[in-house]
Nanobody, 120 residues
Framework: VQLQACGGGLVQAGGSLKLSCAAS????????MGWYRQAPGQQREFVAV???????KYADTVKGRATISRDSAKNTVYLQMNSLKPEDTAVYYC???????????????WGQGTLVTVSS
């Protein structure tokens, strides 16, 4: 299984950006897909997640500014970020809890990361 993230870039404070992440390979089902981020010198932190049933959860730091969505047919997750702040600058990683075979536990998979830089 591979997760390919894209959509990062340089944006001014107050701007918007949409990240996407597509899962490919041997996939029986996806329980959840989400986003994490890691700023320079910081630990990786949770940003948002969406489950297979459409339940979403957000970190307090992005709540109200971020929307996570999922296209199950494409095994793709999106993260729309609005009102971006310099402190949102980080490498954003997508994560998937994925079953390669039915009726087996999920495994965690990570994308390669996409850099988001917010200038003040």
């Amino acid at each position: 299984v591979q997760l390919q993230a894209c959509g990062g870039g340089l944006v001014q404070a107050g701007g918007s950006l949409k990240l996407s992440c597509a899962a490919s390979g041997r996939i029986a089902s996806i329980a959840a897909m989400g986003w994490y981020r890691q700023a320079p010198g910081q630990q990786r932190e949770f940003v948002a997640v969406v489950t297979s049933t459409g339940i979403t959860k957000y970190a307090d730091t992005v709540k109200g500014r971020a929307t996570i969505s999922r296209d199950s047919a494409k095994n793709t997750v999106y993260l729309q970020m609005n009102s971006l702040k310099p402190e949102d600058t980080a490498v954003y990683y997508c994560n998937g809890a994925i079953r390669q075979r039915a009726f087996t536990p999920t495994d965690d998979y990570w994308g390669q990361g996409t850099l988001v830089t917010v200038s003040s």
